[in-house]
C-alpha cells in the first residue's frame, strides 16, 4: 500500500521569523512535536511534515520541489533569486500569500559620525552583508562601486574590528545598530514573511491539504490585523 502523500513545509530552525511561524502553525491548528533536534517534525493531526532548515535554504528547497511550500523572509527570497539569476538557474515560485510577521528592512549602516552626504559617499567603500546580491543590485542601480565581505550573522561588529568601513543588515527595532555604534543611512529592501509554494501542480490529495490549511492561514491573520 502507498503511503498516505503528506504535505511537506520548509521553514527556519531557529532565528527571527520561527517563534511566529511555530505560532503561526498551532494556531492553524496543527498538532506539533518540535524539538530542537528534530528536523522533520510529524504533524499529529494532518497530514503534514515541517522541515525546519536554515532560513537561506528555504527558497531552493520549495523552488526544486523538495518541499511543497516554504515559509521564508522576502529578503531572503529575494536574495535567493538575485543568486540563481547569477547562474543562470530559473527561480520559479508562486508567493501563496504575505504573512504579517516578520517585518524588517535590509539598510546600509555606517558608524557613528560618517560624514554621510549621500549614496556617493558610499563609493569605493567594503561592506560586510549576508545579502550581497540585494546590496549588488542597489550599487548598481545607484551607480556606486563598493567591496563585499560576506558575514552570515552578527554582521554589526564587522566596523569595529576592521574588517568593513559599513554594514548591509536587517533591521527591526534598530537596537542591535545602536548597541554596536551604527547609524542606519539608507534602506535599501522592505521585508516580511511570505509563504511561498512550488510552480508544479501539487497531486490532487496534497492540493486538497492545502486547501484546507490556507484559509486557515488567511484566518489567523485576519485575527492579528
Ligand atoms: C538579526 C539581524 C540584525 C538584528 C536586527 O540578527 O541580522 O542583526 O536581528 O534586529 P534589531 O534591529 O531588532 O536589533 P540576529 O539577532 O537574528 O542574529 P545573527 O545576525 O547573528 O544571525
Ligand atoms: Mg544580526
Same mark, same amino acid.
Given at each position: ?15 527571527? *521569523? ?34 525546519? @532548515? ?7 528547497? =520549495? ?35 504575505? !504573512? ?11 558608524p ?28 548598481k542601480?545607484?551607480?556606486?562601486n ?7 550573522? /552578527? @554582521? ?14 536587517l =533591521? /527591526?527595532?534598530?537596537?542591535? !545598530? ?6 542606519? =543611512? ?12 512550488? @510552480? ?9 491539504? !492545502?486547501?484546507? *490549511? ?10 492579528k490585523?
Amino acid at each position: 500500500m502507498t503511503p498516505e502523500p503528506r504535505l511537506r513545509i520548509a521553514m527556519q530552525k531557529s532565528g527571527r *521569523l520561527s517563534d511566529d511561524t511555530q505560532a503561526l502553525l498551532k494556531r492553524c491548528g496543527l498538532k506539533l512535536n518540535v524539538s530542537d533536534r528534530r528536523l522533520l517534525a510529524h504533524v499529529a493531526n494532518m497530514p503534514i511534515d515541517i522541515m525546519r @532548515v536554515r532560513s537561506s535554504d528555504i527558497p531552493g528547497l =520549495v523552488m526544486d520541489g523538495v518541499c511543497d511550500l516554504g515559509i521564508v523572509g522576502d529578503n531572503t527570497l529575494e536574495e535567493a533569486a538575485l543568486e540563481r539569476a547569477l547562474m543562470a538557474q530559473k527561480s520559479q515560485y508562486i508567493r501563496t500569500t504575505g !504573512l504579517n510577521f516578520g517585518g524588517c528592512r535590509l539598510s546600509i549602516a555606517m558608524p557613528e559620525g560618517f560624514d554621510y552626504q549621500g549614496i556617493d559617499s558610499l563609493n569605493g567603500l567594503r561592506f560586510a552583508t549576508t545579502y550581497p546580491q540585494l546590496l549588488n543590485r542597489f550599487a548598481k542601480a545607484n551607480g556606486i562601486n563598493i567591496e563585499f565581505c560576506l558575514l552570515k550573522g /552578527s @554582521v554589526e561588529v564587522a566596523p569595529r574590528v576592521g574588517l568593513a568601513d559599513g554594514i548591509c543588515d536587517l =533591521v /527591526s527595532t534598530g537596537a542591535t !545598530l545602536e548597541a554596536n555604534g551604527l547609524v542606519e =543611512v539608507e534602506e535599501i529592501f522592505r521585508s516580511k514573511a511570505s509563504l511561498i509554494q512550488t @510552480v508544479t501542480a501539487l497531486p490532487a490529495e496534497k492540493q486538497a491539504i !492545502l486547501d484546507t *490549511l490556507l484559509p486557515r492561514i488567511q484566518g489567523v491573520m485576519k485575527a492579528k490585523e
